[in-house]
């Protein structure tokens, strides 16, 4: 006997309730239309549980030693070794232990109606969840749905891939001990960050990319720095190196990678970081006319093209424009104001840097990769502004020769790179690289995205001796 089936309407639904979806849901019940939220796994989302807060808790305490470590005088207080287990415990708690109480109780605060199971769309405004117990609730949508379902981890078809059972984030990021030795694939951001923290909890780490260098998306200064970096703390960078092939002869003992060429590699776990893909697959998209498993394009209010009625949203990974938390919250910010607005038939400023164009995705999206030593960009690299037309010019300078970084730690290690327009005068760009240079990029988000011209950001005077006296010499080098 089937269980029951359950008829609901609201004004707004949103499908997914990671940092996205919590934010649309916010803004949409916040401005008074009944939301309701559907979460097939544990509020908060992929990246309170599997991504960037395990990560960065992973990464923090290795990283809190060396800061010490690195001045002396303060050096010999820190001889000792991590505690692996405490970091271990000290995860645990930022993740509440993959218990979501905490982010259902801001839900009720917060006035939003959670629906537990797996969405799907089933026509014009309507949802079908498919609850854990076995029934189905049907929802209706007054005014818009949203699509909030984030990414998951593309694993490559590889021979052997099934019997190596390998990692994805998810497992690297919850791993209860350090492997012995980890080969982690790919140098993208997730490859990188993840190779710093377990070589710094113990385990023999061997990075496998494909190119010359990681975070390839950055520039190259950053991919090089990186990787010396990681080597310096005992890493095996390889760049150039394809695995052809894995094999796992028995459930408990070790991996084989074969790479192309011919060369093996022996480890007792391998992490795919191989990049995302959307969590489309199995939504409905289909009773809208879109292909399942598809990227979900949408217009500057991160409303879905070419869907009658214009009911459709999608912010956050799924879309594709940026897939960082922060970027996600900022769309869920904009699609929010766009659904209030639209349903009180008001106005839509869609426009660039209007209220509902999340217009900072393609012009100003920050990133830090919370490596040793952490590298920050925003905005375009020097080829990616001349691929696009701009005449630029790249400036660079040692953040290491700036008082306030050898104040900071000795022997600090770092490069800095802006990238200026010349026919508008303003950056377009910004790149940091050295230990804790992520504290440096919000400057650059505001000049990047606010257009500081050139001659009023020499005006913004940098402290003595902190490490943002960079941006004076960076001004300085550029006026020659
Ligand atoms: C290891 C790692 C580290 C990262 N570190 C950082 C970082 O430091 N900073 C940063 O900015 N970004 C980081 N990211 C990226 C970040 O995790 C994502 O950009 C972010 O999680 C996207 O948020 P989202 O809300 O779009 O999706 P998610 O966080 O993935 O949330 C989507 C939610 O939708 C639910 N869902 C999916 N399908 C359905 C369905 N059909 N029905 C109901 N619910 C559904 C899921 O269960 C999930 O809860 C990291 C990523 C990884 C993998
Ligand atoms: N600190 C942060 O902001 C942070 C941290 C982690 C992840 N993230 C986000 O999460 C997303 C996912 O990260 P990611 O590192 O998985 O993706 P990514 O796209 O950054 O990197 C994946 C890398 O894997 C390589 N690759 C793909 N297939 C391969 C194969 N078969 N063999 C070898 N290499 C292969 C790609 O060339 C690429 O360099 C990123 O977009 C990133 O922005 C952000």
Known sequence: MSEPSESRAFDVIVIGAGPTGENVADRTAAAGLRTAIVESELVGGDCSYWACIPSKALLRPPAALEAARAVAGARHAAGGQLDVAAVLARRDGFVSDWQDDGQVAWLESAGIELIRGHGRLAGERRVTVAAPDGGTVDLTATHAVAVCTGSAAVVPGLPGVAEARPWTPREATGARKAPDRLAIVGGGVVGAEMAAAWSALGSKVTLLMRGERPLPRMEPFAGDLVADGLAARGVDVRPGASVAELRRAHATGPVTLTLEGGETLEADEVLFATGRKPRTEDMGLETVGIEPGAWLDVDETLRVRGVDGGWLYCAGDTNRRALLTHQGKYQA?????????????????????GEHAATADTVGAPQVVFTEPEAASVGLTAQEAERAGRRVRAVDYDLGNVAGASLFSDDYRGRARIVVDLDREVLVGATFVGPQAGDLLHAA????????????????????????????????????
């Open 333 to 353: 910010r904009v699609a929010g104001a766009a659904i209030v607005a639209r349903a009180a038939g008001g106005p839509i400023d869609d426009g660039p840097w």
């Open 445 to 480: 988000t505001i000049a990047v995205t606010a257009e500081v011209p050139i001659a009023r950001l020499w005006h913004a005077v940098p402290c003595f001796p902190t490490v943002s006296e960079i941006w004076l010499r960076l001004l300085e080098t550029l006026r020659g």
